[in-house]
């Protein structure tokens, strides 16, 4: 298995590569696409699928560019009309090597929001990580003012999202976040990029707690 983070200065956007055996896939890309076939390339692989884990509005996505330069498939949530691209739904699965990516439906930030749970079938049948988009950063959860007259009902989605999707993946979970400190996606986030589930549970100012289900 491997995992290259590539982060976007000054929006401190975070795009993922990551494969196994001779199969990879990329997370959020940006749109200079040449870095992942550059990492495609040194590493052996083919990228065979493309995930964005909601609709990007401070950074242009790559996507259509990398899949028309790879032939990859485009998978995003079915909640908003992407017009290109597969939509993905809860529980459908996905293979590179003897990685297993099981989508998740994470809405809150925005209502097509998905993550991306990863399990090395090598090591047994815990989680190893998630890509969480913008529902789980380092220290913060995704800001929920995009829909500000549904400001409830959306909050109560995001906290289903972390509580009843995330947190249950396990402790041991490596969490991999779309944006890291210095995004305006989220306020308060660690300068790190790097945390597990967790460590998260605790830490986070809205994780340290299960309290009342907001209505």
Known sequence: MFLEKIKTPGIAHLSYIVGDGDVAVVIDPRR???LYCKIASNEGVRIEHIFETHRNE???VGSIELAQRTGATIHHGAELPFEYGETVEEGDEFFAGDLKFRVLETPGHTMESISLAV?????????VGVFTGDALFVNEVGRTDFYPDRAEEVAGMLYDSIFDK????????LLWPAHGAGSVCGDGMASREFSTIGYE???TRHCRKKT???S
């Open 32 to 34: 200079d696409i040449e």
């Open 58 to 60: 401070d950074f242009v």
């Open 119 to 127: 399990w090395d079938q090598n090591t047994g049948e815990q989680a």
């Open 166 to 173: 995330l947190l249950p993946l396990g402790d041991q979970t």
């Open 201 to 203: 549970k605790p830490t």
């Open 212 to 214: 009342a289900r907001p």
